[in-house]
C-alpha cells in the first residue's frame, strides 16, 4: 500500500456548550429575579411594618386620651369623695403618660406629618396634666373647694378638648397612611407576583428551548455517530480489501486498525490482532521470527507525514515481503506489508527466460556455422573414401580411421539437431495429434527404456484435447524426459522403489497465469513427467534448461536433454515448466497449445538414437 487510508474528519455537534450557555442564561435569570425578590420582599416588609406602625400610633394615640381621662376622672371622684382611693388611676397614669408620649413619639418616627401632630398633642397633653396636679393637690391641701375653684376655670376642659382633637386628627392621619402603604403594599405584592410569574415563565421558556436544542443536539449528534459508524465501516471494508497487509498505530504505539490480510502475510502471531498492542511486541515477534533486516526494530525518523517512510525486502520462511513504514497525521505510524514472492519468481523467471532467449540465439547461430564445418569435413571423408585405391596395403586400417571419422560426425550432427532444437530453429512439421494416442503408443517403448526395476505408469484419457506438434519431436521430448527420471531415480540410492507417472490432461489457461508463464491465454493441454527421484534444489533448477549445463558424471550426458525439450515446447508455441524438491522428486509440465483442427492418429515407432542421449533431471 502506497498511500495511507484517510477519511474527512468531522467533529460531532458539541452539546456542552449550548447547554451551559442555556444554564449560564437561566441562572443569571434567577438570579436576578431572586434579588428583585429579595428586594421586593424588604419594601414589603418596610411597607407592612409602616402599615402596622401606623396602627400602633393610633392605638398609643388612643392610649394618650385614656391615660387624660382617666387621670380627670380619678381627680373628680377626689374632689367629689375625698377619698385617696379615687386617686390610684391618677397616680398610675402619671408616669405612663410621659412612656406613652414617647412610645408614640418613636412609632411616628418615620413620618414627618405625623412628628408635626405629635407636638400640639404633648403640649395639650402635659398641659392637662399639669392642670390635673394642681386641682389634686390644692384639694390636698386646701379642700375640694379649692380643687374645684380650678376646675371651674375651664382650662383643663380646654386643654382635654384640645388633646380630644389632636388625638382624632392623629388617628386619622395614621390611619390615612395605613391605607396608603397598604394600597402601596397591595400594588408591590402585585408587582412581586408579576415578577415571580415572569421569571418562572422565563425560566419554563428557557427550559423549552434548552430542550428542544438538546433533542435537535441529540439528533444531529445521533445522525454524525451513525455517519462515523459508516465512515468507519468504510474505512475497515476498504482496509480489509486490500491485499497489502495494514497496521495502523496511534501516536503511544498502540494497534488501533489492521486488516484480514496483515497477520497471514506477516507471519506474526495472531494473538497481537488486539487493540491496544504496543509496537514493541511486534518488533519482539518480528525479531523472534528472524527477520532479516530487522526494520520493525529500526526507530522512524523524526517529523510529520512529509518525512520518507522507511521501506525494505525481506525474506521470511518461503516469502519474500516488502515492509512499508510511516508516519501518520495524529503522530502515529503505518505499517503495510505486501507479499512480493510471486513477483520476485517471476522476475526471476523473466531473467532466466531472456538468458535462455540469447543463449538460443548465440547456440543457434553456431549451431548453424558447425553444421556447416561438418557438412565440409563429411563431404571430404566421403571423397577420400571414393578414391582410395582397394589394393593399398593400409587400406583397412585407413577404412576404420575413416569410419571413426563419418561416427564422430553423425554424433556432431545429433549435437547440432539438439542446439537447433533449443534455439528453436530445427525443422519442425506440426499438425494435430492425439497426445494420448502417442503416449499409449510409446508405452512399450518407454518400458525397454528404462528397464523392469522401476515402474512406469501413464495417464491418457481420450477426453484429451488435441495439440498441433511435431509429432516426432514430442515422442523424443517424451523420451528424454522419461530417461531424466530414470537416470534421477538411479541416482538417489536411498529412494523407494522408483515410480514414474506419465500424466495428461486439459486446462483452460487464465491471463493472469498465463501472463506469469509467458503464454498467451487460451485451452492447452498439460503433459506431466513425476518421478520419486533426489530431486533438485532452486539453483540446479534455475540452470536445468542451460545448454551443456548437467550433473551426471562425466560421459553419461551431454546436457542437451532437457535445452532440446524446452526448445520443442516453446518452439510448439506452449512452455516447459520444472517443479522439484530435494528429496522429494521432480516434476516436468509441457503446455502445449490446443490445435484448433481434428487430430491424426499416431503411432509410435522407434526413437531417434540422439534421444537415447538423455541423463539425469538436470540434463
Known sequence: MADAVTIPHRHPPALVRPTLAIVVVMVAVMGVAAVLGVRMIDALQDLHASATRATEVAAAADTVLDVLQDSETAARGFLLTERPAYLDPYLANRDRLAETLRELDALAADSAALQADLGPLGRHAQATMEDIDRTVEAARA?????????????????HMEAVRAAVAHIKARAIAEREDRSDLLMARQREAFYLVLSAALAGV????????????????????????????????????????????????????????????????PAALATEGAPFARFAAAAAAADWQPPLLAEPLPAGDIAVPPVSGELRVADKVLEIWRGRMPDGGQILAVADISRRVRAEAVARQAQKMEALGQLTGGVAHDFNNLLQVISANLELVDRRLPADLPEAPWIQSRLSSARAGVERGARLIQHLLAFARRQPVAPRAV?????????????????????RISIAAPESAWEMRVDPQQFENAILNLTINARDAIEADCASPPGAIAIGLENATIQ?????????????????????????????????????????????????????????????????????????????????????????????????????????????
Open 434 to 454: 492425439r497426445p494420448d494416442s502417442v503416449l499409449r503408443g510409446m508405452e512399450d517403448l518407454l518400458v525397454r527404456s528404462i528397464g523392469a526395476k522401476i
Open 142 to 158: 386646701s379642700g375640694p373647694q379649692a380643687g374645684l375653684a380650678i376646675v371651674l376655670t375651664d382650662q383643663g376642659r380646654q
Open 511 to 619: 491471463p493472469g497465469c498465463a501472463a506469469n508463464l509467458g503464454i498467451a491465454p487460451g485451452d492447452y493441454v498439460r503433459v506431466s513427467v513425476t518421478d520419486n527421484g533426489a530431486g533438485m534444489p532452486e539453483s540446479v533448477v534455475a540452470r536445468a534448461t542451460e545448454p551443456f549445463f548437467t550433473t551426471k558424471a562425466e560421459g553419461r550426458g551431454s546436457g542437451l536433454g532437457l535445452p532440446m525439450v524446452y526448445g520443442f515446447a516453446r518452439q510448439s508455441g506452449g512452455v516447459m515448466k520444472i517443479d522439484s524438491t530435494p528429496g522429494c522428486g521432480t516434476t516436468v509440465t509441457l503446455i502445449i497449445p490446443r490445435a484448433a483442427r481434428p487430430a491424426e492418429g499416431l503411432s509410435s515407432g522407434a526413437a531417434p538414437a540422439f534421444a537415447a542421449a538423455g541423463g539425469t533431471a538436470a540434463d
Open 205 to 268: 421558556m428557557l427550559l423549552g428551548f434548552s430542550a428542544i436544542g438538546l433533542l435537535i443536539g441529540r439528533r444531529r449528534l445521533s445522525a454524525a455517530r451513525s455517519a462515523l459508524a459508516v465512515q468507519s465501516q468504510r474505512l475497515q471494508a476498504t482496509v480489509d480489501r486490500i491485499r497489502d497487509g495494514v497496521a495502523v498505530f496511534d501516536v503511544g504505539d498502540r494497534l488501533i486498525l489492521w486488516n484480514a490480510t496483515f497477520f497471514p502475510t506477516t507471519g506474526l
